[in-house]
C-alpha cells in the first residue's frame, strides 16, 4: 500500500500518491536520503496532511452490524478471538504440511486460508473499534513503520521498537 497525501489546491482537495510527489520533486542522481528529503519538503511546502484511504474504516465500520459479546468484556473477547483465529490459520496451514494435497486441493485449501484470514481481519477491526481507532490508520502507520525498518536494513531483526 502506497502512502497518500492530500493537499488544498484553489478550494479543490487533492490526493497524490508518494511516487507522484517523487517523479515530480527528484531526479534519478539523488540518493535515497536525498529523495526523502525532498519529497518530505515539497510536502511540507504544499501543507500536505497523511490521506488515508476509507476502505478499512468503511470495513470497520461495517463490522459493527456483526458485533456481538458482553459489552464489559469486549477487549478481553477480542483479543482472545484473534488469537484463536489466527491459530485457525495455523491449524489450516498445519493440515496442508501434514496431507498436502491429499485431503483437499490447493485451491480449496487456499479459500479455507482466506476464510481465516478474513477472520483474523474482523477481530483485528473490532479490536481497533473497541479502542477508539482507526484501521485504515493502524494499516497506514504499520506501513510506514515497515518502510522505515526496510530503509534502515533491519527490517529481519527482532523486538518491538526497532
Ligand atoms: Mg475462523
Keep these: 500500500m502506497e502512502s497518500k497525501y492530500k493537499f488544498i ?4 482537495e487533492i490526493i497524490v500518491t508518494r511516487s507522484e510527489i517523487e517523479y515530480l520533486v527528484t531526479t534519478s542522481e539523488m540518493s535515497e536520503e536525498e529523495k526523502d528529503k525532498a ?13 488515508y484511504d476509507e476502505t478499512f474504516n468503511n470495513y470497520q ?8 459479546y458482553p459489552e464489559n468484556m469486549a ?7 484473534i488469537a484463536s483465529e489466527a491459530g485457525e490459520v495455523a491449524g489450516k496451514m498445519k493440515k496442508w504440511v501434514r496431507d498436502g494435497d491429499s485431503k483437499m486441493t490447493r485451491e480449496e485449501w487456499v479459500k479455507a ?9 474482523w477481530y483485528a477491526a473490532r479490536l481497533a473499534d473497541e479502542l477508539d481507532l482507526s484501521l485504515a ?4 502507520e504499520n506501513m510506514i513503520k515497515l518502510l522505515d525498518r526496510k530503509a534502515r536494513g533491519v ?5 518491538d521498537n526497532r
Design 9 to 12: 489546491e484553489n478550494g479543490d
Design 39 to 51: 519529497v518530505l519538503d515539497y510536502l511540507s511546502e504544499i501543507n500536505a496532511q497523511v490521506y
Design 61 to 68: 465500520r461495517a463490522t459493527k452490524a456483526t458485533a456481538k
Design 75 to 81: 477487549l478481553l473477547y477480542l483479543s482472545l478471538g
Design 113 to 121: 486460508m482466506s476464510s481465516e484470514i478474513g477472520d483474523v481481519l
Design 137 to 140: 490508520e493502524i494499516a497506514e
Design 155 to 159: 527490517i529481519g531483526g527482532s523486538g
